[in-house]
């Protein structure tokens, strides 16, 4: 019999990808924002920035990458 | 904001996040970087009046130093992906053991004469990303290959990479570099030595420092020598390059002498010399390339013409902590470091596929090397330099570094003064960057304390060169290429302590300078 595999996110190297990306283009979305006064968005983008830093910081890491 | 015992030990507390989750707990650079990112984000809303405004200009401030690394990093991992593809990894490291027959001699070789020439190209931990892999293919392990690269290119670092660290010293303080350049070249070309003997010890043992310390004496005193002579005579951004370039031929020069020659290991596997010429040819582009962007001054005009800079505006903190408005680094993409790596990259497969070197697929495999090591390098470096950017716009960074030259006596503060150094380079991954931290405080202490300014700003700036190779965002460089990324904190725990021995000796070299020489400046 199989053991039962286990379904929990971890933040594999493949998943840090998108992370990177995201990392990357969020906060040039963000100096626009910034410069075009529109500080609602502003304020998203910069929620967002920080739940990816959250998202590094408490995902388990797949040692296996 | 205030000084006193809780404001410094709050900003302090990101630094203390990052260490304690590396050295304690072994955890990635990246997981300990974003940690440390929010402990300072909390830190400066609750403490230090951060409004969420200057906390994202900060992070857009962190992302556009991060481009500038992350360009080279990808580019760095690209090349060496690609040699390592090629089989030239293997070829280098086989024939290595031709030259000597010691292995403390080829790891010097390595670890200490080629990882500072390539830091005269680019920093950034590019050269331990480049140098750690031949050392693994030499039989060490990951972890010991890149403490070793780490540890033996870091006194090359003030005036390597066309010295930037340096001109960023001279901007920021206003003093030339005639005034800075003689002392900090002395300072760091006390550190050479060490750093070698350092290198050896670990390479093999202490039999294998006994083999070689007068080759390690000699080709130190060369070193020290060159760089001192390029530095004071105004060529400091050739000096650190120029010096290694100098220690590699003496050393080859003297390994032919019957008092050093070694006899090849029995295990040596001299790869005929015409595909070992074609296999390290990348290299060989990338230093032409390199050099000739940089020194040819028509070429340099050209490529540089194209650039891009953010306009940054005057942030403000609840409590008046003012960061004035700027314009970023400009960014050229011409003559980028990354862009003179990308461009050997592609002229060095073009010789590989001619050749024959790469097999079918070869390209597919490469890619995904390169996106698997870069997503984790990339996160660490993007989340260490927000760290250091929230910290600098709330200013946590400047009461740091006021505390610890208010609390420290004239006397004793020389020898203090290459800590802050390093405790700049360390936060941002950067000797440039802790240029230009803490040059000003540091001139202004110095004078205000009536001490040698040039000898307390060679003391900054040498603790910077040796300190940054211990930066987290260095170090997660560096591990990117030989499979330990998420273990960096296995290489912090061992690089910490033997890397404060060089700053040690310079602390002490500094203190004893200033209780001789007396004030001035």
Redesign the interface.
Known sequence: MKPKQNHLPTLS??A??P??IL??SL??C??AA?NSEKMML??L??GL??AG??A??ILP?N?K? | MPLNLLTWLLSLLPLVVVMVLMLGFRASGKRASAAGWVSAVLVSLLAFGGTWKVLAYAQVKALWMSLDVLYIVWGALLLYNLVHEAGAIQAISAWLPSVSGDKAVQVLLVSWLMVSFLQGMGGFGVPMAVCAPILVGMGYSPVLAVVMTAIGHAWAVNFGSMATAFQALMAVTGLSGAILAPKAAVLLGLAILPSGMIVAVLGNGWKGLRHTFPLLCLVSLVMGMVQYFLAVNGLWNLAATTASLAGLLVMLLLLRLPRFRQKPAASAQSAPSSDLLIMVSPYLILMLVGFAVVLIPPLNAFLGRTAFSLTLPELSTKLGWITAAEQTRPFHPFSHPGSILLFTVLVSWLIYSRKGYLSEGAGRRITRNVVRSAGDASLGVIAMVGVAAVMTTSGMTNLLARGLSQSISKTLYPAMAPFIGVLGAFLTGSNNNSNVLFGVLQMETARLMGLDVPLILAAQTAGGSLGSVMSPAKVIVGCSTVGLSQKEGLVMRRLVLLDLIPVLIVAAVALLWSLLGGAGG
Do not use: N, V, Y
Request: glycine share 4%; hydrophobic share 65%.
């Open positions: 190297m493949r840090s990808f992370l990177l990392e990357l906060p040039l963000l100096f910034l502003a304020k983008l910069f920035i920080t830093m959250l590094i910081l890491e040692p990458g």
